[in-house]
């Protein structure tokens, strides 16, 4: 397929001057009161360690997906390890994870020196795909080595089909993991995304739904669990006057300081969803009447957040215009989009891992673009952004 090229892929960066009029992908948006309960974390001196904002953080995000227990940590990679390491993954097991997705779904594989095995997307929501999940899970059976765990990615929002996956993951008596990193606020029959499995994470990096700065968060129905995680996440201490260490532990706690950042944003957390819905309708609304260009729909009882409003350009329909092509296009005009995840199987890193499935996601890689997506975006950047993609065609 023409433009894929590894040289067209390369991000094409902001020069060393940001330019301020740029319409980024997904910018951070302050909801207005960080910057009084930052200034509370300073002032009363819970800089470090931990703090009050950690435990009311950590209660409101509880409360908001509807789960026992939460813990707040220094990324949404640091809880899948956390929670790999929890399930005592090791050296030599298995771990399935979904190939289309962001590497930190798979890296904390790596770190624990395990395999991971990838499995592809369906097209109804982009994310695992049952049949594969089980055909591959027969398969390392037959292998001889059963997977220890399921990492199951929400992309860009939408939830996976949980019906099908949650029925093999007990069937087999496998655990499920959800990365949920991108899909805070999202949910499957009324239930928040990041609380079907044993153990779910949240994302608060720069560009996700809401923000802490950088940040992460696990979340549990059974609280041992997050008890468990809370010590390895500040080094494993055992409990002794001095510093006694029975285990591998890691410096994973968020701060109290972005903790405080956290609490700002989770009470503007329902709005930037209504937002970034609204975002993704008006897109749909004005580009579905371009032949070729192609949205992803909520099946029904399917509630995303709409993290990132994506498109699939179908070239055949449209001569001349693919993905890359208008992704150019559109940054010469100042406004960032980006290419949907290459899946993990293609990536140099992970291509020598197994992989089950059709190819349907790289597909998708083939032909997706994420518009720019963010809360604070006006109708006059979104009307610019839709006039330019249809002057392209
Ligand atoms: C952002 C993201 C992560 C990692 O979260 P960090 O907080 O950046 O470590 C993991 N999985 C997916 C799908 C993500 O988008």
Redesign the pocket.
């Known amino acids: 397929m023409e433009g894929l090229k590894e040289e067209n892929l390369k991000e094409t960066r902001p020069k060393a001057k940001i330019n301020e009029d740029r319409i980024w992908l997904s910018p951070p948006h302050m909801g207005g009161e960080e910057k009084a309960l930052i200034t509370e974390a300073i002032d009363s001196n819970w800089v470090a360690p931990g703090g009050p904002f950690l435990r009311k953080f950590e209660k409101v995000l509880s409360n908001f997906v509807q789960c026992q227990s939460s813990l707040a940590l220094s990324?949404?990679?640091a809880a899948?390890h956390l929670a790999l390491r929890l399930l005592g993954i090791r050296q030599g097991d298995e771990v399935i994870c979904s190939s289309f997705?962001?590497t930190?779904?798979a890296n904390p594989i790596l770190y624990q020196g395990a395999t991971p095995v990838f499995i592809d997307s369906e097209l109804e929501t982009w994310n695992m795909c049952p049949n594969a999940l089980e055909q591959a899970v027969q398969s390392r059976i037959v292998n001889g080595k059963k997977p220890k765990a399921i990492i199951l990615?929400h992309?860009y929002g939408m939830p996976a089909k949980l019906g099908e996956i949650i029925d093999i993951s007990k069937k087999y008596k496998i655990p499920l993991i959800e990365?949920a990193?991108?899909a805070l606020g999202s949910n499957y029959k009324g239930k928040a995304l990041g609380t079907f499995g044993q153990m779910g994470i949240y994302?608060?990096?720069g560009n996700?739904i809401i923000t802490t700065s950088g940040?992460?968060a696990l979340v549990s129905e059974n609280p041992d669990l997050i008890k468990k995680a809370l010590f390895f996440a500040t080094q494993a201490k055992d409990g002794a006057p001095h510093y006694e260490h029975s285990q591998l532990g890691y410096n994973y706690r968020m701060s109290n300081v972005c903790a405080a950042i956290g609490v700002a944003q989770m009470k503007v957390l329902s709005e930037r969803i209504r937002r970034r819905r609204e975002i993704y309708a008006y897109y749909e609304k004005h580009l579905s009447v371009i032949k070729g260009i192609e949205f992803l729909p909520e099946p029904k009882g399917f509630y995303s957040n709409r993290w990132l409003s994506c498109i699939l350009i179908h070239p055949e329909y449209i001569k001349g215009v693919n993905r890359e092509q208008l992704r150019l296009r559109l940054l010469r005009h100042n406004i960032e989009s980006r290419l949907l995840w290459k899946p993990l199987h293609l990536q140099p890193l992970y291509r020598n891992f197994p992989y089950f499935g059709n190819k349907f996601s790289e597909r998708l890689f083939e032909r997706g673009l994420c518009l720019p997506s963010g809360s604070a975006l006006t109708k006059d950047q979104l009307d610019f952004i839709i006039g330019i993609i249809k002057e392209s065609f």
Do not use: H
């Open positions: 990324s949404g990679t899948l997705t962001f930190a779904s990615v992309l990365d990193a991108e994302s608060f990096n996700k940040g992460g």
